[in-house]
């Protein structure tokens, strides 16, 4: 089944806070793990990516940490800011030949000042 | 560098009408995809290009749904006739490469009544 699995649908979290969303997995095939953010009125812009010959990626405020095992991976936003308030996609492909990304449902996250 | 462009960007139609939407993806790109994004859903991956040639057209509805991409620029996805259900935002991206990066577009907001 080429399903990913992410939760919560909605999150509000105070700035400066950390903001965790989730995902998880059913394809052990899949074998890169990139997370989107939308804007109102704007396409899916690539935020961070991870492969999963690695547990953790960060760049910047953005980490990546991946449970290989558990076939979960997660988005944790460090002391989040309005600016960050979006809808964040986790999304999960088989990156040989085509590349077909499943995405999660989405998160609606909203900080507020 | 321009991005992926698409249009029109708000369509309105009744039922069992006709539309057809436009996108031009970012100079150079080979690879071009049509994703169809219901309202609180993930992005679902409609059909990918490369260069004028379909790699995948698996979860296309193509008894009313078809595109293409003529001299592997510019693409054309078409809904005829339509239904209530295929109200939805659809976004093209297009990337350099089979595997790279996907770059999307604002989208075009579709409402069938």
């Known amino acids: 089944q080429q399903q990913v699995k992410q939760s919560p649908q909605s999150l509000i979290v105070q700035k400066g806070g950390i903001s965790i969303i989730n995902c998880a997995y059913e394809?052990?095939?899949?074998?890169?793990f990139p997370w989107y953010q939308q804007f109102p009125g704007k396409g899916p812009a690539l935020l961070i990516a991870?492969?999963?010959?690695?547990s953790e990626k960060k760049e910047g405020r953005f980490t990546i940490s991946f449970n290989k095992s558990a076939k979960q991976f997660s988005l944790h936003i460090m002391d989040s800011q309005p600016g960050d308030s979006a809808t964040y996609f986790c999304?999960?492909?088989?990156?040989?030949?085509?590349?077909?990304?499943?995405f999660g449902q989405g998160t609606r996250l909203t900080i507020n000042p | 560098e321009a991005g992926v462009a698409q249009s029109p960007r708000y369509k309105i139609i009744e039922k069992r009408q006709s539309v057809a939407f436009w996108c031009n993806p970012i100079s150079g790109h080979a690879t071009l995809y049509w994703y169809q994004q219901i309202l609180g859903q993930g992005p679902k991956l409609l059909i990918q290009?490369?260069?004028?040639?379909?790699?995948?057209d698996s979860q296309l509805p193509k008894d009313r749904f078809s595109a293409e991409r003529l001299k592997g620029v510019d693409s054309t996805l078409k809904i005829q006739p339509a239904k209530l259900e295929d109200s939805a935002v659809y976004l093209c991206?297009?990337?350099?490469?089979?595997?790279?990066?996907?770059?999307f577009g604002e989208g075009s907001r579709l409402t069938v009544l």
């Open positions: 394809n052990t095939a899949f074998d890169y």
């Open positions: 290009f490369q260069n004028n040639g379909v790699v995948d």
């Open positions: 991870i492969r999963p010959d690695v």
């Open positions: 999304a999960a492909s088989i990156k040989q030949g085509a590349q077909k990304l499943v």
């Open positions: 991206a297009s990337s350099s490469r089979t595997a790279g990066e996907l770059f």
